[in-house]
């Protein structure tokens, strides 16, 4: 089982980088040989979390462990679709961070303009498609994992290509194969989403970033031709 303290501290993480306000956004990370997902306790303010507040449940999403807190985020239906459908991920975050969600509210991807973009994302951060009635009405976040994933197969889009997408009128979930790659990924995109906020004011007719560019800049540091980072 992955240690209480990885997944408090990744949390906390979200909240000293500015991600999250009060107490909107969550990280979860599973164990897969064990099948057990550990998430942050519903509505605990993030600074008075401690290492025994994480709240483990299975894959049916039975509580296996918990401290003195008896839920778990509200969210960790829709985590729990995202482990269901994207077996290769690790560690799912959510967040209503700024910039980011100004983008899911205006129902207007994140675009790849730049290589800082490309360096993340192999293409632009999509926006999934919006919830009908009768899926918000009932079991509302089970149905927002199952469109993000609905949408990632319907278009052929590989999740770890795209770690990342935006809800309509929500926020955004991220994920990635560990803790620490999902925070990276969380951190790129609320920098990415503010800088193309900034790109656009500036020129509102900013042209896509060449896919040959794209393609360099994203195969350097991810897969088997990466050459990035250390040996």
Request: a negative charge.
């Amino acid at each position: 089982m992955i240690e209480n303290a990885v997944i408090r501290r990744g949390n906390q993480r979200l909240a000293t980088e500015n991600l999250v306000k009060l107490n909107f956004g969550n990280l979860s990370a599973i164990d897969r040989r064990d099948g057990i997902i550990g998430i942050k306790p519903s509505g605990v303010d993030f600074s008075a979390l401690e290492d025994q507040d994480i709240i483990y449940l299975d894959t049916s999403g039975e509580i296996k462990h918990k401290g003195k807190y008896d839920r778990a985020s509200v969210d960790f239906p829709t985590h729990l679709e995202l482990y269901n459908g994207f077996p290769e991920i690790g560690s799912v975050i959510h967040t209503h961070s700024p910039y980011a969600t100004a983008h899911a509210q205006a129902l207007k991807p994140i675009e790849c303009f730049g290589t800082t973009h490309a360096d993340f994302f192999k293409g632009s951060v999509p926006v999934v498609r919006t919830l009908r009635t009768e899926e918000v009405q009932t079991n509302y976040e089970t149905n927002t994992g199952k469109a993000i994933v609905e949408f990632f197969n319907t278009n052929l889009i590989s999740p770890m290509d795209v770690p990342a997408c935006l809800i309509p009128g929500h926020g955004v979930f991220l994920w990635g194969r560990s803790v620490k790659e999902t925070l990276e990924v969380a951190i790129a995109l609320e920098e990415i989403a503010r800088i193309n906020f900034a790109t656009l004011a500036l020129n509102p007719r900013t042209p896509p970033l060449d896919p040959i560019l794209i393609e360099k800049h994203f195969s350097r540091k991810h897969g088997s031709k990466s050459y990035y980072g250390q040996a």
